[in-house]
């Protein structure tokens, strides 16, 4: 289950951003998780709690924001949301060379610091 490394990774990083504006408590941290990252939010939910026990985000809200596939046409520099409906082609001009843009990772998206 890669999603405790992914957790693990995120936790760090808002650590380090919250240390470096010097914060004493996190309300929350939003992460975005690409469709196809293969990462499970329900995972990173179910992991976060460990992950954080002891550490300044402990009792912070953890909140994941699924990304959707979002594909760049190679035919015509289209970008778009491909579906099953339009056999995942260009909307533009029904090309079938893409690649994908966005939804494929897992980023820290924002941290929101405790007045």
């Not at 890669?2 to 650590?15: F, G, K, P, Q, T």
């Not at 504006?21 to 992460?31: D, H, L, M, P, T």
């Not at 912070?60 to 596939?69: D, F, I, K, S």
């Amino acid at each position: 289950m890669h999603e405790m490394s992914y957790i693990a990774r995120m936790v760090e990083l808002a650590i380090d951003v919250a240390k470096q504006s010097n914060a004493e408590r996190i309300k929350n941290i939003v992460v975005q998780i690409g469709k196809t990252s293969g990462v499970m939010p329900y995972y990173m939910y179910k992991y976060y709690p460990e992950a954080v026990k002891g550490t300044i985000l402990e009792g912070a809200e953890l909140v994941c924001e699924e990304v959707p596939v979002k594909a760049l046409c190679e035919e015509c520099g289209a970008e778009y949301l491909p579906v099953r409906e339009n056999n995942y082609l260009c909307p533009e001009c029904g090309g079938r060379k893409a690649h994908i843009i966005e939804g494929k990772g897992v980023t820290l998206k924002n941290i929101v610091v405790e007045d």
